[in-house]
């Protein structure tokens, strides 16, 4: 049976829901609703699994009866026919509960393993939609523990222990039905003992599932911890921080131990209780029990099969108090899970998209844009942006950091909306258009390029993953690329290692090229990043960026002033709003700001220097 398709469960998920903060508490049946979902295409499987449950369930509670028909029958009478039936039918008792776990365990573990792996595609596809204001806030090392440790805690309970929970409250209740209807007595005890299991068990249950959550949320920050710290092992290592940042980590790992020694000793004090609890009520009914038997009352029998279901009452609640603790941390995590799931913060996509226009005469306006970044609200990143782009024109943006040149590209590739006016890219509002189509039309080249641990031939074709072998390698060699690559040991199958760390500087920011070409954008964003490196990657990626940039609209964040002199016009930016417009000419005439920013940065056309950096 097909699976729920990840895009499509989020929705689902939060039909009832729209949206849970993180810290928001989830009832159990506001977890049910949340998951129900990624079940509903096992639900024969589960009806399967259900099955095989009862079967193995009716087969130990009729183990009870067998036993005192066993005892009273067989060799009570010294029959041997009747012996001999009676290990039979005992035989087939246990046949059938042998077949009936195999069934019950294998059905389990698959609809556990189905739904967890449904579970995770839907929670990372739902992350891929999620804007970079989301992000923000949300730490790294967090988001990975919802897709792998808690994933895996609700995976465990899913495929052992709630199958085993079903399978011992179907003979707690079964073996207290039958203990009452072997001798009624029974019941007034019944009826003094349950009160006193279910109410600490109710009671415990609330506080252990606040603490497991606590635990959950206390092991994320050592899974941030550590992936922060790995992630800048060298700047770490570089200012020898080493013991102070396996302090930081130390510190995690201790609150982390104790929320979780919190939680183990409220699982124990319930256990405890219960267990308790049940065996005095045990030990009572064994005691009526005992005393029906000398006065003649009961069969040995009916005591043995009494004796019997007494103790897989006690077993089965045992058990279960065991079990509760399991289930409050899978319960915590689950919270976890949905809360991902359910959150909201996603750009609005239009009902119906205009047509993005490629052949439009302005291919990008912002009109009276007002835009601040969600963690920095009191401070406006731009403020009153009025500026537009003619199709083929080649724009430089400047001017000091912290101006928002960045946050203009991040407004363009509508990663967020402005708080006020709009922008508009190919005629129409960002707004109107769908998502998909605006990302498709514009091509990126960062100033930190991205790259994947795959191999070169597959960051390349991130940009376009349906390329064929030779788009791949004349992007490459545009990109002035092909000769390092065809260099490399195993060439375009080369892995470059996590974030590129084989390649050099001037080598992962020819790939971001290469990856740009190849998407053939309508508008090229680029953070031209050549300061940093040497002359002669210098050169090679600037005759790259170059022949990228030919023939095609471009917005360049210009760091080198051969960029500022070919620039058609040159947008200087101050404090997020634009100061002058112009080109290198002009605004060397006409804006102070501009004129301390080239004698700071190169000298001018005059000096010579033309390829120092412009920031």
């Not at 941390?329 to 996509?349: K, N």
């Not at 047509?355 to 291919?363: F, Y």
Request: charged content about 20%; overall charge neutral.
């Amino acid at each position: 049976m097909p699976a729920i398709r990840p895009a499509d469960i989020p929705e689902a998920a939060r039909r009832d829901r729209p949206s849970s903060p993180d810290g928001a508490s989830y009832s159990t049946g506001e977890l049910l609703r949340v998951f129900w979902p990624y079940f509903h295409p096992y639900r024969y499987r589960i009806l399967g699994a259900v099955l095989a449950l009862l079967m193995v369930a009716g087969a130990l509670l009729t183990m009870g009866r067998g036993l005192a028909y066993l005892v009273d029958e067989g060799l009570g009478r010294q029959d041997p026919d009747l012996l001999n039936r009676a290990v039979t039918g005992t035989a087939v008792i246990a046949i059938v509960l042998a077949a009936g776990s195999y069934l019950r365990t294998t059905l389990v573990n698959q609809i556990g393993e189905s739904v967890l792996a449904d579970v995770r595609r839907a929670v990372f596809g739902h992350l891929m939609t999620l804007p970079p204001a989301w992000y923000e806030s949300a730490r790294t090392g967090d988001v990975l523990a919802r897709i792998t440790t808690d994933t895996a805690i609700v995976q465990t309970v899913m495929t052992s222990t709630l199958s085993m929970a079903a399978r011992n409250v179907i003979l707690l209740v079964g073996g207290l039905v039958m203990v009452v209807l072997s001798s009624p007595k029974m019941s007034l005890v019944v009826l003094v003992v349950v009160p006193l299991v279910v109410v600490p068990l109710i009671l415990l249950g609330r506080r252990l599932r606040r603490a497991s959550r606590l635990a959950q949320d206390r092991l994320a920050d050592v899974a941030v911890q550590a992936e922060e710290t790995v992630a800048a092992i060298r700047t770490v290592q570089a200012f020898g921080r080493q013991r102070m940042m396996a302090d930081r980590f130390e510190t995690a790992v201790d609150d982390s131990l104790e929320a979780a020694l919190t939680r183990v000793r409220l699982r124990g004090w319930m256990s405890g209780i219960i267990i308790f609890l049940v065996f005095s009520g045990i030990s009572a009914i064994l005691w009526i029990g005992g005393q029906d038997l000398l006065a003649g009352r009961i069969s040995a029998g009916d005591l043995s099969s009494f004796v019997f279901y007494a103790f897989l009452v006690a077993a089965s609640t045992g058990f279960l108090s065991e079990l509760a603790g399991e289930l409050q941390r899978a319960a915590g995590a689950a919270e976890r899970i949905a809360q991902t799931l359910q959150t909201t913060d996603r750009l609005a996509e239009p009902p119906a998209p205009a047509p993005l226009r490629r052949d439009a005469d302005i291919a990008c306006r912002f009109e009276s844009v007002d835009f601040s970044y969600p963690a920095g609200m009191a401070r406006p990143a731009v403020s009153e942006v009025d500026l537009e782009v003619r199709r083929g024109e080649r724009v430089a943006l400047v001017g000091p950091s912290g101006a928002g040149k960045s946050t203009l590209f991040h407004l363009l590739l509508r990663f967020y909306d402005p708080g006020r006016g709009r922008v508009m890219l190919g005629g129409e509002d960002l707004r109107q258009l769908a998502i998909a189509d605006i990302r498709r039309f514009i091509g990126l080249v960062p100033q930190e390029p991205a790259l994947f641990s795959t191999s070169v031939r597959d960051n390349i074709g991130f940009g376009r993953p349906e390329a064929t072998d030779e788009e791949i390698m004349a992007a490459a060699r545009q990109a002035e690329a092909h000769e390092f690559i065809a260099a490399l040991e195993n060439g375009y199958d080369t892995a470059v290692g996590e974030k590129g760390v084989r390649l050099s500087g001037g080598q992962r920011q020819r790939i971001a090229i290469a990856r740009a070409i190849l998407r053939d954008p309508g508008l090229l964003l680029l953070d031209e990043a050549t300061s940093a490196l040497d002359a002669r990657s210098e050169a090679a990626v600037q005759a790259a960026l170059e022949r990228l940039m030919q023939d095609r609209t471009s917005i360049v964040i210009a760091h080198r002033l051969a960029t500022v002199i070919r620039a058609d016009r040159i947008f200087l930016l101050d404090g997020g709003r634009i100061t002058a417009t112009g080109t290198h000419e002009q605004l060397i005439n006409e804006s102070a700001l501009y004129r301390h920013l080239a004698d700071l940065q190169f000298s001018t056309p005059q000096g010579g220097v033309q390829g120092a950096p412009l920031n």
